[in-house]
């Protein structure tokens, strides 16, 4: 029954309007319901709990570090799946499972309860969402891939602009543990309708191509899907400049996300002035993410990437060198076009190089990379700040990491170059 009324949504829509941007929209709905496993929303959650459990903030925050770390090492399963089953399949199951996660979450009574609840949360929300929405806009989109990514990834600054003010809310009138309750009922009744009404895992589903280009008048199949398997992905040079390159990203963007207010703080605003700067970081990024995908599209990947590492290098810098508003407001706007960077690149580079066939191995593989690099990031300004009492010394060596691999980047980046059919190799299972 579900199928057909799928059918018929499908059959109604596709007519007016190429169905990827239906896909799309539906993807950017998901990618502000990660929400509930995201750092900006799980934080505010750190103090009621440590009151009310007596644990400190470090043991919390170990809980949540150790978390993440095992979340990511789910993750290459999880992008095998979505090569055998699509992700339009994959999603409504892993939205059903965040929402039960967060209603869970809501009974913890220990550090082992919170780590388990948090290890689901992230996997889930933080990982696995992120990872088919990607897939998802990869196949629907080759030519205007970088574009459509930029759109998709709209759902994350909004999530940053809205979930933290209605969380708090929450918070402050029902206590935490019924926030959590509503997080999960209204993750099932935003994401999974939509899942199941609106998603198809690749245009073929249902005698489309990519883009929205016509199809042949005989009505001839597309082409084969194209790409290198993880096994091939991993010999090439390419793979682990991009690992290097966002893993940097990951790891220096968390980083700033959890000193944010601390750092601005350091240089004289005040907590609510501080506070504000995330707000303009949240805008910036939603304004230049479409900007930076369609940069994507029509300018030479190599050399986009290249300059997204010097984004998040003059980020870290321009942090050090706030006095007052002005000069506020010029780093965030950096941070927010630093954040835009990172999310469309996330979703770009990895079809771009290694094609669409085996692409969630190749994904699942660089995204554990990746959330690794991003479980560490707190902690060398953290370390900088117990030690200095000051964090800049740190933010200027750290930029000196993009900046390395930038120049790696330039002198050993190849260009894209898809494989031959003949050229390809069964996926791992």
Excluded at 335 to 341: E, P
Aim: glycine residues 10%.
């Amino acid at each position: 029954m579900i199928s057909a009324l799928r059918a018929s949504i499908f059959q109604a829509i596709s007519p007016k309007v190429f169905y990827g941007w239906v896909i799309l929209a539906v993807a950017a709905l998901i990618m502000f319901g990660t929400g509930p496993g995201q750092s900006h929303l799980i934080g505010l959650f750190f103090d009621p709990i440590s009151q009310e459990l007596g644990l400190s903030r470090t043991s919390i925050a170990a809980a949540y570090g150790s978390a993440t770390l095992i979340a990511a090492l789910a993750l290459p399963r999880m992008g095998r799946l979505v090569d055998r089953h699509g992700p339009a399949t994959m999603l409504s199951i892993i939205a059903f499972g965040l929402g039960a996660f967060a209603i869970l979450f809501s009974f913890a009574t220990g550090w082992i309860y919170l780590a388990v609840g948090f290890a689901g949360l992230r996997f889930l929300g933080q990982g696995s969402l992120m990872l088919n929405c990607a897939n998802m806009a990869a196949q629907w989109f080759d030519r205007k891939r970088g574009f459509a990514v930029g759109l998709m990834t709209l759902g994350f600054p909004i999530s940053i602009a809205v979930h933290p003010p209605i969380v708090q809310w929450l918070i402050e009138t029902v206590g935490w543990r019924e926030a959590w309750i509503w997080l999960g009922i209204s993750t099932w009744v935003i994401l999974i309708p939509p899942i199941i009404l609106f998603l198809y895992s690749k245009p073929s589903d249902v005698g489309l191509r990519p883009d929205g280009d016509a199809v042949p008048a005989d009505n001839s199949p597309p082409p084969p899907l194209v790409g290198y398997s993880r096994q091939q992905a991993l010999r090439m040079p390419a793979f682990y400049l991009i690992i290097a390159g966002m893993s940097s990203l990951s790891m220096l963007v968390t980083s700033l996300h959890v000193e944010y207010t601390g750092i601005l703080k350091a240089h004289g605003l005040d907590g609510q002035t501080a506070a504000t700067m995330f707000t303009i970081s949240g805008i910036s990024a939603a304004i230049l993410m479409p900007m930076v995908g369609r940069m994507l599209d029509v300018l030479p990947t190599k050399w986009m990437y290249f300059s997204g590492l010097w984004v998040m290098s003059a980020s870290l810098l321009s942090a050090t060198l706030v006095e007052g508003l002005v000069s506020a407001i010029v780093f965030a706007v950096i941070f927010g076009l630093n954040n835009a960077v990172t999310m469309t690149f996330v979703g770009f580079l990895w079809p771009r190089y290694f094609g669409r066939k085996y692409l969630g191995s190749i994904q699942g593989t660089g995204q554990m990379i990746m959330i690794i690099g991003a479980s560490l990031g707190p902690l060398p300004l953290g370390f900088a700040l117990d030690r200095w009492g000051a964090y800049d010394g740190m933010l200027i060596a750290l930029a000196m990491i993009p900046l390395g691999v930038s120049a790696a980047v330039a002198v050993l980046m190849p260009h894209p170059k898809m494989p031959e059919p003949d050229e390809q190799a069964p996926a791992a299972r």
